[in-house]
C-alpha cells in the first residue's frame, strides 16, 4: 500500500489579495500540499488565476510545497509546458475538456510533472478507469466545480470505493465540501489526498482542522491494511 494521507488546502477560499502569505501560512500549519485552482471561465463559470501567479507563488514559497494544478479550463493542452515552467508539481485535468488524455498524460510527465485525471460528478468512474494504470492521482469531485463552499455530495463515495478497490495504490483524491463533518466517509471509500478549502481556510484553528482531517484518513489507510 503505497499512498498515505495527505492533507491539501484549497487556496480558493483565502483572501485572494494575500495569496503568498496565505500559502505560507497553509504550510506552517501542517498542511502537505497546496491545492491551486485554475479556473478558465469557460470549462467553469469562474476565473481564478493562470501560470504567471504560479510562478510567483514559487518564487515566494521556495521549492518545497507540492503544487497540485485542478485545472479547472478547456484545452488543458495548451498549459503543460508554461506550468511546468512556472513550478507546478502535479497538473490534474480534466476528462470531459480532452479528446485525448493518453497525449495529454504523455505530455505532462515529459514535462517533469505528475498527472492527475479529474471527473466532474457526472461522469462516471468506468470512464477514467482504462487511463488509472497512466495517473499518478484521480480526483473525484465531490461538488460541481466551480465555486468553493459548496454542499459535499456523498453520492461519489461509490466512485471512490470503487477506484480504491480496482486501483489498490493509486492516489485518490477528493474535493468539494470535504471538512471535519465529512472526511470520514471520504476515508472509508479509500480516499488519501484531501482538498479542503472552506473548512480549513475559513477556521479559527487550521491547523487543528488539518491534524484531525489527516488522522482520520491515516486510521482508515491502517484499518484496510489490517483488514487485506
Ligand atoms: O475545486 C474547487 C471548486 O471547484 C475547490 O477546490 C473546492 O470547492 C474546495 O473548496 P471547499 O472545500 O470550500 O468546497
Redesign the pocket.
Known amino acids: 500500500m503505497a499512498y498515505s494521507a495527505r492533507i491539501g488546502p ?1 487556496i ?2 483565502s483572501d485572494l489579495s494575500c495569496l503568498g502569505s496565505e500559502c505560507v501560512r497553509m504550510m506552517e500549519c501542517g498542511a502537505d500540499y497546496l ?1 491551486l ?1 485554475v ?1 478558465d471561465g469557460h470549462f ?1 463559470p ?1 476565473i481564478t488565476f493562470g501560470h504567471p501567479m504560479v510562478e510567483c507563488l514559487r518564487k515566494c514559497l521556495g521549492q518545497e510545497p507540492f503544487f497540485d494544478m ?1 485545472m ?1 479550463v478547456s484545452r488543458p493542452e495548451q498549459w503543460v509546458k508554461p506550468m511546468a515552467a512556472a513550478g507546478a508539481n502535479q497538473y490534474t485535468f480534466h476528462l470531459e475538456a480532452t479528446s485525448n488524455p493518453a497525449a495529454l498524460i504523455k505530455d505532462i510527465k515529459e514535462s517533469g510533472m505528475k498527472a492527475g485525471l479529474a471527473i466532474k460528478p457526472g461522469t462516471t468512474v468506468e470512464e477514467l478507469a482504462p487511463w488509472a494504470n497512466q495517473i499518478d492521482m484521480a480526483l473525484v ?1 465531490t ?8 454542499k ?1 455530495m456523498e453520492d461519489m463515495m461509490p466512485k471512490v470505493m470503487w477506484l480504491r478497490n480496482q486501483f489498490p495504490s493509486l492516489d485518490i483524491e477528493v ?5 471535519p463533518d465529512t472526511i470520514h466517509c471520504c476515508a472509508e471509500a479509500g480516499a488519501n489526498m484531501i ?7 475559513g477556521s479559527d484553528d487550521p491547523r487543528s482542522v488539518i491534524a484531525h482531517l489527516r488522522s482520520v484518513v491515516a486510521e482508515a489507510i491502517q484499518k484496510r491494511s489490517l483488514d487485506r
Open positions: 484549497s480558493l477560499s491545492h485552482d479556473m467553469v469562474n485542478h479547472m469531485m461538488v460541481e466545480p466551480g465555486f468553493g463552499g459548496q459535499f474535493d468539494g465540501g470535504v471538512g482538498v479542503s478549502g472552506s473548512a480549513v481556510i
